[in-house]
């Protein structure tokens, strides 16, 4: 089993940047596959982007894709996501996830393990 947590949120003006990161403690982190999702408040939670294992394959949210840059570093056990000009709808509460197995899903329900989240805001 892992346990996620997730760090870096904040508040930040539109345009401005944040890095929020994943610390994965327990099983080993390269078994994992890890997503980012997020959840504002009256939404449904959505997928953002994942990572796989090594790395090599990273789909991301269409409409993110070009301000948001997912990374991950097996030797720290952690995984990243660089978000660039911030927009005020992109205020969420942040959450990583990591399933095992060889495929990467973009639906939260095949995602077993969850961090508590990180808050997002951005100031118009």
């Known amino acids: 089993q892992v346990q996620l947590v997730e760090s870096g949120g904040g508040l930040v003006q539109a345009g401005g940047s944040l890095r929020l990161s994943c610390a994965a403690s327990?099983?080993?982190?390269?078994?994992?596959?890890m997503g980012w999702f997020r959840q504002a408040p009256g939404k449904e939670r959505e997928f953002v982007v994942a990572?796989?294992?090594?790395?090599?394959?990273?789909p991301y949210a269409d409409s993110l894709k070009g301000r948001f840059t997912i990374s991950r570093d097996n030797a720290k056990n952690t995984v990243y996501l660089q978000m660039n000009n911030l927009k005020p709808e992109d205020a969420a509460v942040y959450y990583c996830?990591?399933?095992?197995?060889?495929?990467?899903?973009?639906?939260?329900?095949?995602?077993?393990?969850w961090g508590q989240g990180t808050q997002v805001t951005v100031s118009p």
């Open positions: 990572i796989s294992k090594n790395g090599g394959s990273t």
């Open positions: 996830a990591a399933a095992e197995g060889n495929l990467l899903y973009r639906s939260s329900r095949f995602y077993p393990y």
């Open positions: 327990g099983r080993t982190f390269s078994y994992y596959n």
